[in-house]
């Protein structure tokens, strides 16, 4: 019979003299795989096992450990074998995969269930977790965050328990569940999905509106209560209104774009939209590239000069057209230099009549920037030559650049908040790099 989840064994809590702890990036990957669409698409293939599997047989390993033993395999690179060999002697690992006490599975059984998986599920899987956060789970995180502001709040006004206080996270972590379970209902062709999806996102609008307006009342005690209190409550009073004048403006917006998207059926402009409410200034980014045609984070513009050093970067809102961007690069590099730079390379994103005037008079001698559509012959011959060519391939390494930017300086992920934290991160990892360049070529000189 399969079972969907092992009995909750917390192992840190039983040696607490080890002080044991999930790594920040398998910390982020516990959350990730505590996503209840995940799992039922992967209970949906195991099931198939056997006719009855569901209801009859002997109980299986369960459905959540065999997923985390899968992705733990192949993030460490290990076979089946060394799987069960160093889950099964590591306390961590074993708490990742939610194995508590029992043992682990034999590597045949656990290749046995992962042959279960269809391609379709590992590319529902693939699009589940490369995707934004929907609306129905930013509500829900509306709702939680407004909830712990509600208790907060409650205790630094030394109120007793109240209906003004209530919490209703648990009433928007199900609904958002039950969301998710028509999702992917709509995805097995179930016609009644869609309209139940909209009578969830209508109830669960519901239940983020009294939250709403719960926190608006007690925002109002606040200000009441801080009149009137001592120094040291009137500091405590202060951080819980700062925090609720910050949150409660994001999830009116989560609210109203939730409601003209699902309810309304209306598009929502990507820069109108909330995508986070931890990292407001993340934006929603479309590059025009098949593999990934929507993206979420921040665009980043860097300025390479020979050598490999990256002189110049800028943190940019949302996501503006790059071309812009190449005066201020340009005067940059002659105020850093004390000239400017021989040659100028760029993608046809900085193409314009506009850029190669700017740059020819600031004394650039080469600039090499393709011109986007068509081409006139002499435009074609002026690209061929040799100095264009060369430029045109080190503006192609600049890729490379980025690859090991973002594996061995971390601008993959950001993991710092704000937008002070994402400028302190990218620049230095930059500064990281620069320095390794550095030091790199004084030691092979």
């Not at 982020?28 to 039922?40: N, P, V």
């Not at 059984?109 to 995707?131: F, S």
Request: aromatic share 6%; glycine share 6%.
């Amino acid at each position: 019979m399969l079972r969907d989840r092992a009995a909750a064994v917390d192992l840190f809590a039983l040696v607490p003299t080890l002080e044991l702890r999930f790594e920040p990036e398998l910390a982020e990957l516990d959350r990730l795989l505590d996503d209840d669409q995940i799992f039922q698409h992967v209970k949906a293939d195991l099931s198939r096992r056997r006719p009855h599997t569901l209801e009859t047989g002997r109980p299986s390993t369960p459905v959540e450990v065999i997923l985390r033993l899968l992705i733990v395999k192949h993030l460490y690179t290990w076979s089946y074998a060394q799987t069960e060999h160093f889950v099964g002697d590591s306390l961590v690992l074993r708490q990742f995969c939610r194995l508590g006490l029992d043992p682990v599975p034999y590597h045949t059984t656990l290749m046995r269930w992962a042959n279960l998986l269809q391609p379709e599920t590992l590319h529902r899987l693939l699009d589940r977790v490369t995707e934004h956060p929907s609306d129905s789970n930013l509500l829900a995180d509306g709702v939680r965050v407004l909830s712990r502001l509600l208790g907060s709040a409650r205790r630094v006004l030394a109120r007793s328990t109240e209906p003004l206080f209530r919490d209703r996270t648990r009433s928007a972590k199900r609904l958002m569940r039950r969301i998710d379970a028509s999702v992917a209902a709509a995805a097995r062709g179930t016609t009644t999905a869609k309209a139940e999806r909209a009578e969830l996102y209508a109830r669960l609008l519901q239940v983020a509106s009294a939250s709403l307006r719960q926190v608006e009342q007690v925002h109002q005690l606040l200000q009441a209560a801080q009149t009137r209190a001592s120094q040291r409550v009137r500091a405590r009073l202060q951080r819980v209104r700062a925090q609720v004048e910050h949150f409660m403006p994001l999830v009116r917006q989560v609210c109203t774009q939730t409601k003209q998207r699902v309810l309304d059926g209306q598009p929502v402009p990507a820069t109108a939209k909330v995508v986070s409410l931890f990292e407001p200034h993340t934006a929603v980014i479309r590059r025009g590239k098949l593999a990934t045609p929507t993206e979420f984070g921040t665009k980043i513009m860097l300025d390479e000069v020979d050598g490999g050093l990256i002189t110049r970067y800028v943190v940019l809102d949302g996501n503006p057209p790059d071309g812009p961007q190449l005066p201020a690069s340009l005067d940059h590099h002659d105020a850093q230099f004390g000239h400017p730079p021989h040659t100028t390379a760029g993608d046809r994103a900085f193409s314009s009549a506009e850029n190669e005037r700017y740059a020819t008079h600031a004394g650039v001698r080469c600039v090499a920037i393709p011109k986007s559509g068509v081409r006139s012959a002499a435009r074609r011959a002026f690209e061929q030559r040799p100095a264009f060519r060369r430029a045109a391939r080190f503006r192609a390494g600049i890729e490379g650049r980025i690859s090991v930017l973002k594996r061995r300086f971390g601008l993959h992920r950001c993991r710092n908040h704000g937008r002070a934290g994402m400028e302190r991160w990218v620049g230095l990892g930059l500064l990281a790099h620069n320095l390794r360049q550095i030091s790199y070529s004084l030691a092979s000189r």
